[in-house]
């Protein structure tokens, strides 16, 4: 099992430009979380989806907009993006049991917005 | 207002014990969960209090009392790929995890 994979790794943008960052999980997951982390900070919720079909908003939503495709996959889209949105971007998935807390983190995709 | 406090950084050297600390206010609670990072990686999950009491697992525990609003994880027999940021989380409800800021161990030979 791959686990949570993310493309791409890394990426540089203009201002204005957008993008759509991937997220994909093969544990079969119900829940998949985008985050944002800044340097020496803690993660930041940016959107979440409790099951397929459902997206809500988190802590930071402005400038994000996301697709939950099916159960595997949820993306993350920059319409038009800012150097306030030059951050390391973590997507995550959760099975959803009501004990247990596990979130599994993907590898990171690091956004610099110039 | 939605928080958790946890200490910026501890330094201690190997084979020492570190606690760090967690105090939370937030609007729902279902659990405290305690995250690794390493530089550059991604975060990975330690351990997970959803009752009062200390949950061991190896080298590492961790411990809740929730009429206190308070958590922490002790780190025994320190090691220096402990060197790392640990950050504690409470779940809200829906899976959803509020982080703290991270607390930065250092361990020194």
């Known amino acids: 099992n791959a686990g949570v994979t993310q493309t791409p790794k890394f990426q540089v943008l203009k201002t204005g430009q957008s993008m759509t960052l991937q997220c994909a999980q093969d544990?079969?997951?119900?829940?998949m979380y985008w985050y944002r982390q800044d340097p020496g900070m803690g993660l930041r919720l940016i959107y979440y989806s409790a099951s397929e079909g459902t997206t809500d908003k988190g802590e930071v939503p402005n400038g994000y907009n996301v697709s939950r495709l099916n159960k595997r996959e949820f993306s993350l889209r920059l319409e038009s993006a800012a150097p306030s949105q030059t951050s390391v971007y973590f997507c995550?998935?959760?099975?959803?049991?009501?004990?247990?807390?596990?979130?599994?983190f993907g590898p990171g995709t690091r956004l610099t917005v110039l | 207002g939605q928080s958790l406090e946890q200490p910026s950084e501890v330094t201690a050297v190997e084979g020492a014990i570190v606690q760090i600390n967690c105090t939370y206010q937030?609007?729902?609670?279902?659990?405290l969960s305690w995250y690794q990072q390493h530089d550059g990686g991604a975060p990975t999950f330690l351990s997970y209090?959803?009752?009062?009491g200390l949950e061991e697992t190896g080298r590492f525990s961790s411990f809740l009392s929730r009429s206190d609003s308070y958590g922490y994880l002790l780190l025994q027999e320190l090691q220096m790929k402990d060197s790392a940021s640990y950050f504690c989380?409470?779940?809200?409800?829906?899976?959803?995890?509020?982080f703290g800021a991270g607390t930065q161990v250092v361990v020194t030979p």
């Open positions: 995550a998935s959760l099975w959803g049991r009501e004990v247990g807390n596990e979130q599994f």
């Open positions: 544990m079969n997951h119900n829940s």
């Open positions: 937030t609007s729902g609670f279902y659990g």
């Open positions: 209090n959803g009752l009062d």
């Open positions: 989380a409470v779940r809200e409800g829906r899976g959803k995890l509020q």
